[in-house]
């Protein structure tokens, strides 16, 4: 029956598709060849819809991925923004520190904890942490005397490590303060 169904062209090759050699060979009508056809097509419809789906699917998938791409390196960048900001206030502490050798107690309130510390100048220096030209700063839980030029970069960058900066405008009384006759005395100690 193959050789009934090939018509050989010279050469091996098939002249007439499947359903014509059969129709004329009178084993199925044009009702059934239509059938077919219409149910073919159908498939290819169903196919398709699914092959748009998976597609849509998997563009989407790759739309989430590209945006966890994206916010995982935003991350990264301001993780090694955080680092880079940290390590130029260390190194501004190191350069920058003073020693606060002297006997006279000197207290704070540490902003971190809420407590009062006290650290142990000179005369010098306490005048210099009182009208403001030097802060206190923390370096690795270990108190550190700067100036109030570094003090103010440092605050630009990392505003918690700046511990006590006096604010020399408090100390101006105005007019109308009732209480501008009664300054307060410098050998004050709390």
Known sequence: MINYLMTVNGQGRMAKSLAEQ??????IDKKKIEKARKEKRQQN????????????RLQQER?????????????RLEEERVKAIRAQVKQMLQQSRQKPNGEIR???????TKKIKQMYVSAAIQEQLACGQLAICVDT?????VPRVVADKIAER????VIFLADP?????????????FPI??????
């Open 63 to 75: 739309v989430a991925q590209v945006e966890r791409d994206r916010q995982l390196n935003l991350q």
């Open 45 to 56: 419809k169903s196919r398709a819809g699914v092959v748009d789906d998976t597609q849509q």
């Open 158 to 161: 990392q505003a918690e490590t």
């Open 169 to 181: 405008k408090l100390d101006q009384t105005t007019d109308d303060d009732p209480y501008k006759d």
């Open 22 to 27: 059969l129709l004329g060979a009178g084993l």
């Open 185 to 190: 005395p410098d050998d004050l100690m709390w």
């Open 141 to 145: 839980e270990e108190f550190v005397l």
């Open 106 to 112: 000197f207290s704070f309130t540490d902003p971190r």
